[in-house]
């Protein structure tokens, strides 16, 4: 009997080991899936999240003024464009500073 009760406890304690591995494989694979794309335009995720929520705030802004253009189509003649212009600009740039770190810092000397 005290046999079966210590295969028991191994079993368990495998088994706890596994789901423990298995947790931290899928938190690792979790963590992949939001550290990835950041990464890939050289920013940690908060860099990433403060650059995307920063150009979506742009955005809704330059849509407001769409909207309140189209009814009063004297107003924010350019606000939007002006908007998506900057953004693009602002966009392209960073790209370029993280193909080319070296060219650019150069560029600015």
Not at 6 to 31: C, H, N, P, V, Y
Request: glycine share 6%; proline share 3%; with cysteine.
């Amino acid at each position: 009997m005290v046999c079966q009760l210590r295969g028991i406890g191994r079993a368990q304690r495998d088994l706890e080991e596994f789901l423990k591995i298995k947790s931290q494989s899928l938190m690792m694979k979790t963590w992949r899936l939001f550290c990835q794309h950041p990464a890939s335009v050289g920013e940690s995720y908060l860099q990433h999240w403060r650059a995307a929520c920063t150009f979506g705030l742009c955005m809704l802004v330059g849509g407001i003024a769409c909207l309140v253009h189209a009814v009063f189509p004297f107003l924010y003649v350019r606000t939007a464009s002006n908007r998506v212009a900057a953004l693009h600009a602002r966009m392209i740039t960073h790209r370029a500073n993280i193909a080319c770190p070296r060219d650019s810092a150069e560029r600015e000397a």
